[in-house]
Each structure stands twice: as C-alpha cells, then as structure tokens.
C-alpha cells in the first residue's frame, strides 16, 4: 500500500519537479490547487519560508527562486578549472576542496565524489593524512559539509597534528600528460545529484591564450553579482548558489572559455569580497559590508614611484589589473582578431595617449620592453 501523501511530500515534489524560475506566490498557489483542501494561513507561512533555504533552490530576490537544476542546464558545457600547485604535483593527488564550487552539492560529501579520466575509468582514492595546514587553504570557502573533520592528534607536537583527507590519485595523468606545477586539470561536471564528475588536463599555455575572454567573463560576472547583492537576502545564501545564479544571468556566449576557476574570480574582484561563515562556508559580500560595526584601518592611496624596470614593475607601479602575461595574451588575442582594433584597446587598458604613465621616462621605457615582444 503506498504512503499516505503529506503536504509537507507534495510540497517537497513540486520543488523537486520545478522546471523554471517561480514565486513564492506561484507556489502557494500551486499547492492550493494540489492539496484541494484548506490549508491554514500558518501553514502556508511555514513551507514558504522554506524554500528559501531549501537545497534545491536558489533564491535570487526576496520573492523569486531559481531551480538549482535549470542554472546547472543552462551552463551544462562549463568545466571547472583546477590550477596544480608543487604540493599536489609532488604528491600526485588531488584535492577538490573549495575549487569545485559551484558544481558540488551540499547533498554529497566530499569523499562520495567520483572523478573519472577521459576514457571513463573511476580514478582511485583513498584517506590520507596530512597536516591541517597542508590541507586547510583548500577548503577556506567549502560548505561544511564537505570540510574534512577526521582530526589525528599529535599530543607531543599539536602542529603536527594532521587530517585524513579523501585524496584522488592522479599519478598517471600526470605521467601520461607530463602535467608540471601550474597546469590545470579541467572537470566537466557529469551528474549533479550523483557527485559525478569527469577529469581532463590542461596546460597552463590553453589558459593563457585565453585570458582575455576570461577577464570578460569576470568582469560581466561581478557587474551581475554586485547589483543582486544590493538585497541582504542575496548576500545570506552561500557562494555556491550566488555563483549558479550569476551564471544562469550571464550572456552565454561569454561562457565559450577553457574552464571557469573560482579562485581566479574572487582573485580579480574589485567591489566584493568573499567572507567566511560557519554556516555555509563563504558567500559574497559589497567590500564595505564586512567592515560594518568593526574598525578599520584605512590604507593610504598608493602613489606611483614612475617605475622603469619590467612589465612587471611597471604594471604594478601602475596599480594596473594585469600582469605581463596577461597583457602578452590580450595583444595576441587582438592581433588575431579581426574586430578589435589595437588603438582602441590601449585606450581602455591605459587610458590612452601616455596619459596614465607616471612620467616620460617611464612611458618610453614601457613601450621600449613592448618592441621587445
């Protein structure tokens, strides 16, 4: 004989069935017309303050909520870019941690993931440990449901204390693609509610190639993100959903990029911040809201020196967003393009005619270093 239905089950199957954004006001009534019985006021209140925090859903305004599924949909062909460090390359394993966001759910810990290689084999893992401050900078924005709590005590030297960790084993793509200290590995996402996900390695040279795109991505991103975090109701759900739902919002063919990388995000963000919660991990916040009530020390404004040495040097004496590398990537990007015009683009990254240089001698040394290119 099948259960009885429960309100408190249909109201859960038509948030599971939700195939598009809706109101709390379409819910109720929806569920009005479901049910065929009176509901009390009360009631009513109870499962739509739910949704709200509700797994599934992400709510985007105080009175509008987005389906996690239909953002998923929309970015189905975004991988997820991991830059290795030495540590992961010496070891040979793989840590997802934070950098999975926002392709993880809450549903899942981290060690019932599954990672396959290109030819869909299950890469294996296993627990490890490893001292907490090896393994904490990558789970600084992670929901806690996916942190790791297996503490092993070292009573004699609590420094060495350390954390079993599920660790992938990645020896052989390393191998097999010669992968070095800052190559990627790009994860596609393969099943949500499974926690499936697919692994291919990347050179850092397809990254960089790709650098302007990318920047155009970040910088469309935080224009999005900074008007939806105007609501406090935006800036109390967590980075993951924040991330889903600025993503669902973006011009899709801003998307067409090698890989999405968190870490570079929040890198490049100049009018928000991400701060910690116990709650759920990390979310994004306006830069000034995590000062409110607190003291702040205010930095002085950097004043330019007139910096002639490297690119470097002078980008950073500059204050400018990128560094020679980038700036490399972008010129080679224009020339290859036939709708970019050179001129132009020196005017929005230099503020055109020499006039952002700090002084002749180093607008001169600079465009010395650019025939050097």
């Known amino acids: 004989m099948p259960a009885k239905l429960t309100l408190n089950k249909l109201a859960e199957n ?10 709390s006001e379409d819910f109720e009534k929806i569920i009005k017309e479901k049910w065929q019985q009176e509901i009390p006021v ?21 009175d509008d909520y987005l389906p996690i599924p239909v953002a998923l949909q929309k970015i189905k062909n975004l991988s997820l870019s991991v830059r290795l460090n030495s540590f992961e390359i010496n070891k040979k394993v793989f840590f997802p941690g934070h950098r999975l966001i926002p392709f993880i759910s809450n549903e899942k810990k981290e060690s019932e993931l599954t990672f396959l290689s290109l030819d869909n084999n299950e890469i294996p893992k296993q627990k490890l440990p490893f001292l907490i401050e090896d393994i904490v900078p990558y789970y600084e924005y992670s929901n806690p ?9 070292n009573n004699w030297v609590l420094e060495k204390s350390s954390l079993l960790v599920t660790a992938w084993d990645i020896t052989d793509i390393i191998h097999q ?22 692994i291919q390695p990347c050179q850092k040279s397809t990254m960089h190639l790709a650098r302007l795109k990318i920047r155009s991505l970040f910088v469309s991103m935080e224009t999005i993100l900074t008007e939806l975090c105007a609501s406090d109701s935006f800036c109390s759900i967590d980075l993951k959903k924040q991330l889903l739902c600025t993503l669902f919002h973006i011009d899709k063919s801003l998307l067409n990029i090698p890989a999405f990388s968190l870490m570079d995000f929040i890198e ?8 910690g919660s116990e709650e759920d991990g990390g979310r994004l916040v306006p830069g ?11 930095e002085k404004p950097r004043v330019s020196k007139g910096e002639t040495g490297s690119l470097d040097m002078i980008f950073q004496d500059l204050k400018l967003a990128f560094n020679k590398d980038e700036f490399v990537s972008i010129l080679y990007t224009i020339m290859g393009s036939e709708t970019y015009k050179l001129e132009s683009v ?3 990254l230099f503020g055109g005619e020499g006039k952002i240089f700090s002084n002749q001698s180093q607008h001169e040394i600079f465009y010395k270093h650019l025939r050097k290119l």
């Not at 693609?177 to 697919?198: A, S």
Request: positive net charge.
């Open 346 to 348: 020196f005017k929005i």
């Open 42 to 62: 009360s009631t009513l209140k109870r499962l739509k303050k739910k949704l709200s925090t509700h797994n599934y859903l992400i709510e985007t305004n105080e």
């Open 288 to 298: 000034s809201k995590n000062y409110l009530n607190k003291s702040v020390c205010e």
């Open 145 to 153: 449901t996916h942190f790791p709590d297996e503490i092993r005590l």
């Open 177 to 198: 693609n010669r992968l070095k200290e800052g190559d990627f590995l790009c994860i596609k996402l393969v099943n949500y509610e499974k926690g499936v996900f697919q």
């Open 14 to 23: 038509l948030i599971l069935g939700s195939n598009s954004h809706f109101s």
């Open 268 to 275: 490049s963000l100049t009018e928000l911040e991400v701060i």
